[in-house]
């Protein structure tokens, strides 16, 4: 009996490439950049399964290039980059790799917390530039982060996280979500609070939460202007979530102090983006989730994710489990 087909949309690690490569035949894009539009459509035209990520447009006709595709995982988190209904009624497992970054991206954004907070990025470049000719008292000076109050947005896994680390830091943790966690305020020492207070009473604000048609662009002009001119914003989630011009308006004119943003709107970031320009901007390129560890172990969930659709069973981690109900590809 023939192996079934894989096409995998860019190199992954290889923990997960050989288990997909024992089970099926595999082909990878090889190039850095995504494989276009009419390349990814030939491609599935020949695959009973996908391997997708965030970069890959996954719509109805992508899906409808071949009746055989049994299966699409993605290796990350989200999956907004993914038409999940259309996968439900094509009968389409859709499968993703949630938990396991939840640690590495908290780090990471706490990461950036302290760099915007201490200037770090100015202070390479400072150096760098040959400019460091003394100590100076007031030489790139920055807020204290031990006893600050922190603000987090959306409270999941990552959300939690962020929690946890500031309590290593003596700060004061706010938290707004749609969904209120009084189960955890009392043991994670957090404090619930509506939208609107968070934004005035942080030193930081950190998002966290789901990309939708009510988050796009939730921090936005009237946003900056509720927060501290003191106050630094950082972003790990979703690029749409901050809106750009709203954000360089309120930087450029000391609205807010700074800003850390590791996704942006587009994906990469148009090099002549304003924000790019500013020092108390800190962008960098999508890497929250990048530790060796956690990115091997994506690849492994979204091989397995993989394999499980192409014997007919159900996925580790599903995205859109009903489609269980309403009956699968075969």
Known sequence: MPKPKVFVSRIIPDEGLGMLRAIAETEVWQDELPPPRD???SKVKQSDGLVSLLTDKIDGELMD????????????????????????????????????????????????LMSAARRIPE??????????????????TGPDVWGATLGIIGFGRIGQGMANRARGFNMRVLYYDVYRRTDLEQSMGVQYVEMDTLLRESDFVTV???LNEKTRHLMNADAFAKMKRSAILVNASRGPMVDHAALYDALKSG??????LDVTEPEPINLDNPLLQLPNCIIVPHIASASIATRAKMATMAAANLIAGLRGEKLPTCVNPEVYERGIRT
């Not at 595709?69 to 993605?74: D, E, F, M, P, T």
């Not at 202070?123 to 790139?140: C, H």
């Not at 609205?255 to 850390?260: E, L, S, V």
Request: charged share 15%; glycine share 8%.
């Open 39 to 41: 390349v990814l459509l």
């Open 65 to 112: 290039a071949n009746p055989r595709l049994k299966v699409i995982s993605q290796m990350a988190v989200g999956y907004d980059n993914i038409d999940v209904p259309a996968a439900t009624a094509r009968g389409i497992p859709i499968g993703n790799t949630p938990g396991v970054l939840t640690d590495t991206t908290a780090d990471f954004a706490f990461a950036l």
């Open 123 to 140: 202070g390479i470049d400072f150096v760098r530039a040959k400019k460091w000719k003394t100590w100076g008292p007031l030489l790139l």
């Open 208 to 210: 966290h939460t789901d």
């Open 255 to 260: 609205q807010i102090y700074g800003a850390a």
